[in-house]
Structures are given as C-alpha cells and as structure tokens.
C-alpha cells in the first residue's frame, strides 16, 4: 500500500538551531511531494513542493526540501529556526501522476525553545 | 482573494445526532476534497469531487458519512448517527486542476467535531 511515513513525531530544538523533518515514502515510479505547516487551530498551508526538475526545493519562511529517488525521501530543513516556526508539519504525496487525493504523514510537531 | 471557508469552526453535538459541515471553496477551483484529521491518526482522505464527474468516495469510514456538491462549487459533509469516534478536525480544501496531478491543494481552517 502506498504510504508516506514521518519518522519523528515530536522535534524539540532551540532557536537558532537548524531542523530537519524526515520524510520516506513508499516508492513508486512518478511521485509528487508536498510539505504543509500547520499552526494552532489553522488549517494546512502549503510550504512548498516537488513536481520535477531540481531535487533541491525552496519555500517560504526560509524552508528547503531535497527529493531523494534512491532513498525515497523528502526532508525537510532550515538551517536556523525562530520561535514562530513552532508548528506542526505534515508530508504529503501524489503517486502516479494522478488527479485526487494526497497520502499524508502523521505529521511531526516542532518545538522551538529560547 | 478569499481562501477556503469552512462553518461552523465548532461543533458540539450528542451522540445519535446527525450533523453538517459546509465548504465554500476557492472561487474558479472544480476540485474539493474532503479530509479528517484525528489525534494520533493524521489527515485521512475522505472524499474528492471534480468538475461533473462521480465523486471518489474511497476514503469515506462508513455509510454515516456523505458529501455533496451543489452547482460545482459548495460541498455539505454529512455525518449520520455520530459516534464519539468520529470527533475530529475535518478539513475541507480545494484546488484548480493543472493535469498531470500537478495541482495544488488549498486548505480551510477545518471544523472542529465534538460528540459527547
């Protein structure tokens, strides 16, 4: 079955720290790969998004996302995180090039302490 | 411009009772679709509508739950016979289709299910 898998629930880092969010998902020949932000009591925001081309991908509020074939994974980093970054973040999949629905991970919930 | 609205933001309802949830999508977006997110089981695809065609109702958990789309635009989530289980957030997006599944989903602030 086709899966997307956040291998951290929960991320506790300091400011100014740099972050990475794991993200693996169960392989398939055409992918698309998605990273949403979700703050308290809003809905999903997108942060940004593989569809082709460079596997090295920028977002907004200074995130970057690297799609990896051989490892089937999407990680997503900032090299130095602020206290409004603390969020949930969610991974997202299209597989095969098809309209519908996203597969989503569970999500992993950042903490960003003085 | 306005993004996805969802109502009630809350909702508070008895067990046995049948409960609606609205979706105003973006304007000029054919596709919605439907998601749930509970604790511990992160956002689960219910159902997908686009343009005239059949909706996708694969993710639906049971026959409790339906959804319609009036005039392409609106959708009512409709939960039957609610059960504690299925107190959650249940979010509403929307997108323009692109082709090639290229699309991106937009999201509203969710509704909020409580059943007691």
């Known amino acids: 079955a086709q899966s997307v898998t956040q291998l951290d629930s929960q991320v506790p880092v300091f400011e100014e720290a740099p972050v990475e969010l794991r993200c693996n998902y169960s392989?398939?020949?055409?992918?698309?790969l998605f990273w949403y932000v979700q703050y308290p009591n809003q809905g999903l925001q997108l942060l940004l998004k593989?569809?082709?081309?460079?596997?090295l991908v920028k977002g907004i509020n200074g995130f970057e996302a690297e799609f990896n074939k051989s490892q089937t994974s999407f990680h997503l980093r900032k090299p130095s995180v602020h206290i409004s970054d603390t969020a949930e973040y969610f991974c997202?999949?299209?597989?095969?090039?098809?309209?519908?629905?996203?597969?989503f991970g569970k999500g992993t919930k950042l903490s960003v302490k003085p | 411009g306005a993004g996805v609205s969802q109502s009630p933001s809350n909702k508070v309802t008895e067990k046995g009772k049948d409960v609606e949830l609205r979706c105003d999508p973006i304007s000029g977006h054919t596709a919605l679709y439907w998601y749930r997110q509970s604790l511990g089981q992160g956002l689960e695809f219910l159902i997908y509508f686009q343009g005239n065609s059949a909706p996708d109702k694969s993710g639906l958990p049971s026959d409790r739950f339906s959804a319609e789309r009036t005039g392409g635009s609106v959708s009512t989530l409709t939960i039957q016979r609610t059960q504690q289980e299925d107190s959650a957030v249940y979010l509403c997006a929307s997108s323009f289709i692109v082709g090639g599944g290229q699309e991106t989903q937009y999201f509203g602030p969710g509704t909020r299910l409580l059943v007691l």
């Open positions: 593989y569809l082709s081309g460079s596997t």
């Open positions: 392989s398939s020949v055409s992918v698309y």
């Open positions: 997202a999949v299209k597989y095969g090039g098809s309209q519908g629905n996203l597969i």
